[in-house]
């Protein structure tokens, strides 16, 4: 009888047992990138490569209302619930009660402070300062209780929600976050979305799981990877052969190719960046002379490119050469009949070099290959422009972003990303400000802004009137491009390959939305 129950409760056992472990049949989905950043802590690893992967495993404070449309211009709720702006100088935010971290805390309001705090961001001895780019208004962030977080400014600023949307808003818990620091934390970074990191080497791959606590809803994946394989060919070998479920990054020659292997879908999505070449406009003589110092050798340059003719040729109809911060992503600010100051004239072109004191001196150009996809080819067509109009160029292409962000050179590759705060704040005073990479970084700083860009760049911020910061927007365009320390090339084109086992949903963004609501099996 004793052996009979002991064999009755182990068969009742393993058929209980059985079905728990069968349950879940989500699959292991495999992505194969072109790399990975060093780092995935939001401000710290806020790069192209990251920006796939962070939205798998953070939330924003505040979202962005992808499901009604792909630019995602309305605001939605996320880790916050509510805002509301109590006076000129202070919003509230409500947030959101339940919601877990990946280590199993429960996020609260003094999480979301800590986040915004002058400790981690913004402070004399901030943690990440990088992230003083969004946060250059904040006077101070307090947790008044267990759910609320008001946030004071120095100016008021109305569209402070639209920050939360950046890597700012991802949240972070505040005792892991210290306790581990900043670059551990970059590692095996702990958030509150639909999946958990478990496995990161910047050489080769990151590895999510499915987080099944997540306040959003059950994750449709088992599992995530990431994995590195930099060669287009082999990335396409694997969809086809069913190694991988998704890969980014098609060349636009084999984008044809790509749609004619069965069980494969194509998908191509205009991104929140833009493309661009900075011209050095600075004489620094330790570093030998600098012909591209001389605006009207910068403006002969300009003239000699035929974008719209390149852009068609290497996206089609898939995205559009802008004329400088005229962004259709920023529609308040955006005027399809705006022109650009100097575009495409050859005869113009000759006579900016003609004007110039440029005696045919060397022009490096210093460039990371693959940086963007079809970038490699563009910069063939650019580089011969200018050679046929009589400019010594040299394409000094190096394969790590280190190698190519130091002088000398007098054109540098560099795109700039517009997700902020709706307008193009980002874009023109981020990018290029006083404290921006452009003006300040002393490896590869290109320019330094006039005093009146400055001067227009500080009432702009402090302006709340749309009608009238979109003027001083536009007066500091006009000034940009009379010095023309850069040229516009296109707005990003994001493009992924994605087995027909799955519906996706896209967003125009790099960003890959991989949870509930935006992913199913089929």
Not at 71 to 87: K, N
Not at 469 to 485: G, N, S, T
């Amino acid at each position: 009888m004793h052996i009979f129950k002991t064999a009755l409760v182990a068969a009742v056992a393993g058929m209980l047992a059985f079905p728990a472990m069968a349950q879940d049949t989500r699959p292991d989905f495999v992505i194969a990138v072109n790399g990975l950043y060093r780092s995935i802590e939001p401000i710290d690893g806020n790069s192209t490569n990251s920006q796939r992967i962070m939205d798998s495993i953070y939330d924003p404070i505040v979202g962005r209302n992808y499901a009604e449309d792909p630019e995602g211009g309305e605001l939605r709720p996320g880790l916050a619930t509510a805002w509301e702006q109590v006076d000129d100088l202070t919003w509230h935010f409500t947030i959101r009660e339940g919601v877990k971290f990946h280590n199993g805390q429960t996020m609260t309001a003094e999480d979301v402070a800590f986040t915004l705090s002058p400790e981690r961001i913004w402070g004399e001895n901030a943690l990440v300062p990088a992230g003083t780019r969004y946060t250059e208004s904040f006077a101070s962030v307090t947790a008044l209780d267990d759910k609320t977080v008001e946030v004071k400014t120095t100016i008021p600023d109305p569209n402070l929600p639209y920050r939360f949307v950046t890597p700012l808003g991802f949240v972070v818990p505040k005792a892991a976050y210290l306790e581990q620091g900043v670059e551990k934390f970059g590692q095996l970074p702990i958030g509150t979305g639909p999946y958990k990191v478990v496995e990161f080497d910047p050489a080769s791959h990151v590895k999510l799981e499915a987080f099944d606590d997540y306040w959003g809803g059950k994750p449709p994946l088992k599992s995530i990877e990431f994995r590195i394989v930099p060669e287009f060919s082999a990335r396409i070998a694997g969809m086809v052969s069913g190694e991988f479920d998704l890969m980014v990054n098609t060349p636009v020659d084999e984008i044809e190719t790509v749609k004619s292997y069965p069980g494969l879908n194509y998908v191509s999505r205009p991104g929140d960046n833009y493309i661009i070449l900075a011209y050095n406009t600075l004489e620094l003589p330790e570093f030998g002379p600098n012909p591209v110092a001389d605006v009207n050798l910068r403006y002969a340059m300009s003239a000699a490119i035929d974008r719209e003719t390149l852009v068609s040729s290497l996206w089609g109809d898939a995205t559009i050469a802008p004329a400088p911060f005229n962004f259709p992503d920023s529609p308040a600010y955006y005027d399809p009949s705006i022109k650009p100051l100097i575009g495409y004239d050859p005869e113009a072109a000759k006579a900016y070099l003609a004007k110039s004191n440029y005696k045919g001196e060397e022009v490096q150009v210093n460039l990371v290959r693959g940086a963007y996809p079809n970038f490699d080819l563009a910069m063939e067509y650019v580089a011969e422009q200018w050679r046929n109009l009589g400019i010594n160029v040299k394409l000094n292409i190096v394969d790590s972003w280190p190698l190519a962000l130091q002088h000398p050179f007098g054109v540098l590759n560099m795109s700039m990303s517009t997700t902020f705060d709706g307008t193009p704040t980002r874009s023109i005073w981020g990018f290029w400000g006083p404290d921006s990479a452009r003006a300040t970084r002393e490896a590869d700083r290109s320019w330094a802004p006039p005093a009146e860009f400055v001067e227009i760049g500080r009432q702009y911020l402090a302006e709340p009137d749309v009608t009238k910061k979109v003027a001083l927007f536009r007066q500091m365009v006009d000034i940009w491009e009379k010095e023309q320390p850069g040229l516009m090339l296109w707005r990003s084109v994001v493009d992924w390959v994605v087995s027909d086992k799955y519906d996706w949903t896209t967003i125009n963004s790099n960003a890959m939305l991989l949870g509930p609501g935006y992913l199913t099996v089929k």
